[in-house]
C-alpha cells in the first residue's frame, strides 16, 4: 500500500534527499518540507524516493519507493509534476564519490521526462573532484531553480558555474517545524524516567570524526566542571548507530555520570527535547538547528564547513578546543537572557524565508 503510485489526486511531488536511513536530521527535513507544502497545499500528494520505505511509511505516513529501484523511481517520476532534490547536503563528494552522481542523475532522468526541478534549500559543497564539478554544472544548469540554505552555497553554485536557473537564498526547512503538545508530553515522560525533568541540562550531540579523540579530548573535563555545577549531561544521538559510539567515547572520558537518549524520537519529539535544554554542544549541522529554532543557545563544533556557515550566521566561531577558552565559550553561552534572546529573534526570521522554498515550489508546478 505505501508503494502505491496510483490514485494520484492533484499534485504529485517526488522528493529525492538522505531519506530512510536513521538520521534525525535529514527526516527532520522530509517532514518539514512536506508538512510546509501541504499548509498551501491541502491536496498535495508526495513519493520518496528512500532507502527503507516502509520505515518511510511509517515514520511520515506518505508515500515511498526503494531509491535504487530503477523501475520505481522511473514510474514515480513519470507520473510526478515535481521533482524536489534535497534539502540538506547532498551535493557534495566528501563523504563517498558515489552520492553526488546518484542524486544528480536523478535529476537529469526528470529532466529528461520534461518534469521541473528544483534543488530545495541546498547547503552546497564541498564538491572535489572534477567529474562531479561536471556533474553538477552540466546538470545544475538545468535545473529550473535553485533556493539555498546560506549566502556561501549562493557562491559556492556560482563558482561551479551554474548561472542559469534563478537562485533564491532561503534558509534550511527545518526552521518551519514546531513541536505540539503530544511532542512535549512524550519528551516529559523520556525525562521523568531518567530523572531529569527538573534537571538543568547540557545536550551533547557528536557525530564520528576522524578528529575526535585529538581535539575533543578537553571536552569530558569541561563537562565534569558543569556537572559539579549543578548541570546534566545527555548525550543526544543523531544519526543511529554510529552517533552513539561516538557519544559513549566522550562520556566514558568523564568522571561524572551522563546520560543517554536511547528512545527513537520523531523530528517534532526532537524539537521539543531541544526546547528543554539549557544549552546544546553539537557537531551535526541539525543539531544547532534545532536548537536555533527553540531558542536554545548553542556551541557548534565544527567538523564541516556547513557547520561554520551556520554559526555565522548567528554571529558565532566554532567551539575552540583548547580548554580554557572552551570553558569560556560555553560559561558565556549559559548566562541567562542574552544569548538565548538574540537565538529566538534570528530562529523566527529564518523560520520565514524556510517557508519560502514551499510557495516557489508549487509555483514550478502552477506555472508549467
Given at each position: 500500500?505505501?508503494?502505491?503510485?496510483?490514485?494520484?489526486?492533484?499534485?504529485?511531488?517526488?522528493?529525492?534527499?538522505?531519506?530512510?536511513?536513521?538520521?534525525?536530521?535529514?527526516e527532520?527535513?522530509?517532514?518539514?518540507?512536506?508538512?510546509?507544502?501541504?499548509?498551501?497545499?491541502?491536496g498535495?500528494?508526495?513519493?520518496?524516493?528512500?532507502?527503507?520505505?516502509?520505515?518511510?511509511?511509517?515514520?511520515?505516513?506518505?508515500?515511498a519507493?526503494?531509491?535504487?529501484?530503477?523501475?520505481?523511481?522511473?514510474h514515480?517520476?513519470?507520473?510526478?509534476?515535481?521533482?524536489?532534490?534535497?534539502?540538506?547536503s547532498?551535493?557534495?563528494?566528501?563523504?563517498?564519490?558515489?552520492?553526488?552522481?546518484?542524486?544528480?542523475?536523478?535529476?537529469?532522468?526528470?529532466?529528461?521526462?520534461?518534469?521541473?526541478?528544483?534543488?530545495?534549500?541546498?547547503?552546497?559543497?564541498?564538491?572535489?573532484?572534477?567529474?562531479?564539478?561536471?556533474?553538477?554544472?552540466?546538470?545544475?544548469?538545468?535545473v529550473?531553480?535553485?533556493?539555498?540554505?546560506?549566502?556561501?552555497?549562493?557562491?559556492y553554485?556560482?563558482?561551479?558555474?551554474?548561472?542559469?536557473?534563478p537562485?533564491?537564498?532561503?534558509?534550511?526547512?527545518?526552521?518551519?517545524?514546531?513541536?505540539?503538545?503530544r511532542?512535549?508530553?512524550?519528551?516529559?515522560?523520556v525525562?521523568?524516567?531518567?530523572?531529569?525533568?527538573?534537571?538543568?541540562?547540557?545536550?551533547?550531540?557528536?557525530?564520528?570524526?576522524?578528529?575526535?579523540?585529538?581535539?575533543?579530548h578537553?571536552?569530558?573535563?569541561?563537562?565534569?566542571?558543569?556537572?559539579?555545577?549543578?548541570?546534566?549531561?545527555?548525550?543526544?544521538?543523531?544519526?543511529?548507530?554510529?552517533d552513539?559510539?561516538?557519544?559513549?567515547?566522550?562520556a566514558?572520558?568523564?568522571?561524572?555520570?551522563a546520560?543517554?537518549?536511547?528512545?527513537?524520537?520523531?523530528?517534532?519529539?526532537?524539537?521539543?527535547?531541544?526546547?528543554?535544554?539549557?544549552?546544546?554542544?553539537?557537531?551535526?549541522?541539525?543539531?544547532?538547528?534545532?536548537?536555533?529554532?527553540?531558542?536554545?543557545?548553542?556551541?557548534?563544533?565544527?567538523?564541516?564547513?556547513?557547520?561554520?556557515?551556520?554559526?555565522?550566521?548567528?554571529?558565532?566561531?566554532?567551539?575552540d578546543?583548547?580548554?580554557?577558552?572552551?570553558?569560556?565559550?560555553?560559561?558565556?553561552?549559559?548566562?541567562?537572557?542574552?544569548?538565548r534572546?538574540?537565538?529566538?529573534?534570528?530562529?523566527?526570521?529564518?523560520?520565514?524565508?524556510?517557508?519560502?522554498?514551499?510557495?516557489?515550489?508549487?509555483?514550478?508546478?502552477?506555472?508549467?
Amino acid at each position: 500500500m505505501q508503494n502505491s503510485l496510483l490514485g494520484a489526486v492533484g499534485m504529485k511531488i517526488v522528493l529525492s534527499g538522505y531519506y530512510g536511513f536513521d538520521n534525525a536530521g535529514d527526516e527532520a527535513l522530509l517532514a518539514a518540507i512536506t508538512s510546509t507544502i501541504r499548509e498551501l497545499e491541502p491536496g498535495c500528494e508526495f513519493v520518496v524516493l528512500s532507502g527503507h520505505p516502509r520505515r518511510t511509511y511509517a515514520l511520515h505516513g506518505i508515500q515511498a519507493v526503494h531509491y535504487m529501484n530503477p523501475c520505481q523511481v522511473i514510474h514515480a517520476l513519470w507520473s510526478c509534476d515535481l521533482l524536489i532534490s534535497g534539502g540538506g547536503s547532498i551535493f557534495q563528494d566528501v563523504t563517498s564519490a558515489r552520492t553526488l552522481p546518484y542524486y544528480i542523475s536523478v535529476v537529469a532522468l526528470a529532466r529528461a521526462l520534461g518534469k521541473p526541478v528544483i534543488f530545495y534549500s541546498q547547503g552546497m559543497g564541498p564538491i572535489n573532484r572534477s567529474f562531479s564539478k561536471f556533474l553538477m554544472r552540466r546538470i545544475g544548469n538545468r535545473v529550473n531553480l535553485i533556493t539555498l540554505r546560506d549566502e556561501e552555497s549562493a557562491r559556492y553554485v556560482e563558482s561551479l558555474g551554474i548561472t542559469r536557473p534563478p537562485v533564491v537564498i532561503t534558509a534550511d526547512p527545518v526552521f518551519s517545524l514546531q513541536p505540539d503538545d503530544r511532542d512535549q508530553e512524550r519528551i516529559d515522560r523520556v525525562l521523568l524516567q531518567k530523572g531529569l525533568n527538573e534537571a538543568k541540562i547540557i545536550g551533547v550531540s557528536l557525530r564520528r570524526w576522524d578528529a575526535l579523540d585529538r581535539d575533543l579530548h578537553n571536552l569530558p573535563l569541561v563537562l565534569d566542571e558543569l556537572a559539579e555545577m549543578g548541570y546534566r549531561i545527555l548525550f543526544i544521538p543523531l544519526a543511529y548507530p554510529e552517533d552513539i559510539e561516538a557519544g559513549q567515547r566522550v562520556a566514558g572520558a568523564m568522571k561524572s555520570p551522563a546520560y543517554f537518549i536511547e528512545e527513537r524520537l520523531s523530528s517534532q519529539e526532537h524539537l521539543a527535547l531541544f526546547s528543554r535544554l539549557h544549552l546544546l554542544i553539537g557537531m551535526r549541522l541539525h543539531a544547532l538547528i534545532f536548537a536555533a529554532s527553540q531558542g536554545t543557545p548553542f556551541a557548534g563544533i565544527s567538523y564541516d564547513p556547513k557547520v561554520e556557515s551556520f554559526l555565522k550566521q548567528f554571529g558565532l566561531a566554532p567551539l575552540d578546543v583548547e580548554l580554557a577558552a572552551m570553558r569560556k565559550e560555553i560559561l558565556q553561552m549559559l548566562k541567562p537572557g542574552e544569548a538565548r534572546t538574540g537565538i529566538a529573534e534570528k530562529a523566527a526570521g529564518l523560520r520565514s524565508r524556510a517557508k519560502e522554498s514551499a510557495r516557489l515550489a508549487i509555483g514550478l508546478i502552477r506555472d508549467k
